[in-house]
């Protein structure tokens, strides 16, 4: 067996991944400046002390976020997931080595152990998921009592999202597990004797 690198070209994966996690970081920075333009907005100057309050905890609040995700975001991009710096072709060969619990190719098997280890690392999000969709129950069954139709809507498709959350984070993490239990592709020097 020879020591070389199955992914050839982890470097410019690593490096295209890190270029779209970068551009992912757009989509919620975008979010939360509307959001803080929308409540200057809405107030015109007419909110007084308390409304000022409110925008100021706001603020806070949306710039200790944005600090945790940047934190978050540094560590994903010093080691970024391999699977999303691959191409469209690719991607497909990995979702078909997952579904079919195997592959042919080193490449993409290594890709993929990269990954297993990082999503069954995750694995608690699915307990997190669950216990935000049973909350939102909860409130819901609480807005039905309060009749609070608009708050009833807000917290049912917040339940379906995050109990969808959890079952993609379940899923993701079985089928993980079962890629990881079957051997590995055979390597070139592994069938030449």
């Known amino acids: 067996m020879t020591g070389t690198d199955p992914i050839p070209d982890r470097a410019e994966l690593r490096e295209r991944a890190a270029k779209r996690i970068r551009l992912l970081l757009l989509v919620p920075a975008i979010a939360a400046a509307t959001v803080v333009l929308a ?66 190719d080193p490449r993409v098997d290594a890709i993929i152990r990269q990954s297993a280890a990082r999503v069954i690392r995750t694995r608690w999000l699915t307990a997190v998921f669950a216990l935000v969709a049973a909350l939102d129950v909860y409130l819901a069954a609480e807005d039905i009592a309060d009749r609070d139709w608009d708050g009833l809507v807000f917290r049912l498709v917040s339940a379906v999202l995050f109990t969808l959350f959890a079952a993609y984070q379940w899923n993701q993490v079985r089928r993980y597990r079962a890629y990881l239990r079957q051997e590995g592709p055979a390597r070139p020097a592994d069938t030449a004797a």
């Open 39 to 104: 409540f200057g907005v809405a107030m015109d100057g007419s909110a007084g002390t308390r409304g000022w309050i409110f925008i100021g905890v706001g603020l806070v609040l949306i710039a200790a976020g944005a600090a945790a995700m940047m934190l978050v975001v540094r560590r994903r991009l010093a080691n970024p997931e391999l699977v999303s710096g691959l191409d469209r072709s690719s991607q497909r060969e990995v979702a078909r080595a997952l579904r079919n619990g195997r592959t042919d």
